[in-house]
């Protein structure tokens, strides 16, 4: 297939829809970005590229972080992790409180607020101290995307960590229920960090590999994880990957995928390729609006599902 | 892959966990099935069968018959049907009244309870009669099933009406919302004869095979939906398949797949196989506990995923 | 205390507020109601009544029934009722399932309609037959207003029977928990019936004395209930009688009262008086607008309050 | 009445339930306290006082305070504050978060937690400083209870900040809805300490004077608050007081009272007198099991009541 004139194809057709939707306003720093901004990027196992728009262009990857402390905790916690943190969708929007109460402290998947939060103070406990655990989140992330220059915006951090009242409610919340081992303001600061990542739709497309590949990167041959891990975090990908639209999601581009309020969304086509879209103005679920549509394109001109 | 040997070596492994969990109680003709019987079919898209254990003896197929409604009102609604049921993980039981309340009657998906309600309702008013719509299920199962001796259990829907006041609420509470156009005992009635369809697995399997082949019998030939219509339906089971325990089924399963309180589970590997197994005692989610446990055990031994 | 010139002028000062709010209008036989009228109807333990505006005009009690059917079922029950129907302010709409279902099919308080449903199933069963039961409150209603003409407007019943759905799907909910005897569908139709009854503010005023006075009618001396049942009653009246805006009323207007979608309120002065307010135009908790406005001028006007 | 020989009867009847219940566990160093205590003071508007029990052994008041910074917040705000604080009972426990996520971080009443961190955080803003609040508060408690020797108890306030994750949430929830002017933490840390006032049954019947007397100390003849924000912080007292269970408290008691964490309950009888009653034991509401029989003991045989 043409990958190439596909994506352009796309980008013809997307242009009415940029700028629709809103961009995210609660972090200060985000709020200024231009919405009109669309990029498109594949990279398939073999390393073949296309890219369409403004593919090099740094964003804020935001909740797209949280596949990656989810894959690093994975590889480290195994079974304990679980009984923290649940696989289940949670029918409910990302940082909602009303079914972490109910629930007893124990988020419902990796994905929503509550679920990375409890990841990252794993990863703090696991590394005996925040510092560390942020150098091995960014080296991580420097690995899978075979880019050792990417780093984070402090400025965003900052910006989301003078804003970050709701997330320092749910950490709260979770030490109440003794299910965060470290201050909760420490693992919101690191979380925010981890949110802050800099990275364009060519790196992240890139950075998804290893999960197209059953957790080696067919690149370098570099082994993150094991075949059974990736199917896992592809699984929860799918199920919780979009928040309250992930089955929506599911429904309409049939892809493990997971977005960002930063506009980024990344996916996967097993066994063939990494992908990623960009563009920051935001449907009422908190996902790119333009990024949804131009990736459901996407399948339906490719063709590709895991379906 | 020699999956006699596959299904042979899993029968002997699950022995220990049958009887497991708890046969569903709150319908009293089910109540008194054996909790030790267990059944596995698979069959490929060749034509190709495999069973091991009670893969004759029909049961209840139950909220497996949802899939088949499912099936049958996408063909014809399209699109306004979407209006009246999401897509959406439910994160609660599969008969809870607290999300349709704040949801404003339109239930998450057609395979909670409410959805299901709501599509057998939209059946009713397409065929203008509840008997003629439960003829059209009745019809259509037998099709994909190839075998026009399926037939239901009339004690099991009659004991079901007697017992089923819950979902009679969940009835008159859409109905309220006006997302019900059908009197509500009627639709209750309608939905609970489609659930005491009596099948075996095997069947099952054989049902499953249009879902496997983009719509398309690969047996027979006969055309049932299209291959988009047929990969939504993969993701709305994967997605919403195991009520609340869709997410675990996902992350330790990955296929799509659908489970009733008989005991029953399909599940199908799109381009490759129908699936179906059985055993009646259920695990906390209402699930059937070995069925579960013999479908993971068939993914790990045999690979296959769609992750 | 000169009661007539305090109620004439709450009559002059009420005129601006008439109409404002909305009619009932999800039983069609209320949604015709002029929502201009107006009734404001005292009477003390002396027997000194006085009136301002339609006074004899016979409207809907509705919800004010729930008083009557509880102070019936009180009288019969002691114990075990409470064990099926709690005293609590439920801090949730009047006809919410959401709590209901999370508290196993058990009503917070008689006042709301599941607990109303509750009450009228509790007579219906101790009466041994839904006519019977129906005799009994009616012949209740009666004797306390000291009038046996009173009676119940078939339409209204009817009307929202055919509309009745929500109480339907509440009625269900409680059988599915085991929480109801009857028939539910017996349950909500003589529980509409009782909603029915036609009564003036003199009537309800006058119906009210027993509570002002210790459970015995000071004009006739029919004991009816013990004095620390009145107490009780009146407990539940102040925390329970208005729905979500119960501890508003208590805090504004400071007396026991118990409002009905008919526009109707009736409140009690301990040791003093029997009160009625009727204004069919509704705010937005369901109670009487211009109804709890002209009882809270009463209160500033007249001092009266239990607090 | 011979009120003496009233506490004593009371005194001797609850001897075999002291003890029953839990001491509150979550607070370190209120956990230590001998659950056997019990004390129980009444004093009337003409000042004649009656004790029996423990009467001058001071405890920790902890929401007891909220009524007391309430009747501060109510002179200084009127109108403004209830549009962040509603006067509605909750239907929920004392510090669930569920229905402040609905309700979009407005607490229902001041006596919850979060209405009463809303209520100290008005009084910091007011008064410009958290130390000057925290002044302001102990200058009027020791003024209503006419002994300038009261104090709060720095351990107890301590152990709660270090355990006071839930409540640190529910601040900083309400912070992200923009309802807490000042810092989460400076709020918490205030109301902890309000919390840690150390008073006796003796001194909180006294303190209760004024609420008793139309907002005007009857001994003292100090005026703090008129006679209708008296009948309305009674009001809310009987609404409200009691958590989850206010309306068992009406119900039983059937007068305006509020009850703290270390056991204590103090009550009014309008016109009449102040009462306070303790003991350490708690029921499954959080309120003093021995104290609530007591209070209820105290009514029925002195036959007051509001209602």
Sequence with gaps: MDYQAVLEEIYAEIQPELGRGKVADYIPALSKVD????AFSIITEKGEAYHVGDAQKNFSIQSISKLFTFTLALDIYSKSLYERVGVEPSGTPFNSLVQLEYEHGKPRNPFINAGALVITDSLISHYQDDYKAFEKIIGFIRDIADDQSISFDPEVSTSEMENGYRNLSLAHLMKSFDNLDNDPRTVVQTYFKQCAMSMSTEKLSRAMLYLANGGTDPLTGKKYITPPQTRRINAVMLTCGHYDASGEFAFHV???????????IVAVVPGKMGISVWSPALNKYGNSHAGTLALQKFVEKSGLSIF
Tied chains: 1, 2, 3, 4.
């Design 35 to 38: 919405p009109q901004q669309f």
């Design 254 to 264: 049939g892809l493990p995928g997971k977005s960002g309020v930063g506009g980024g």
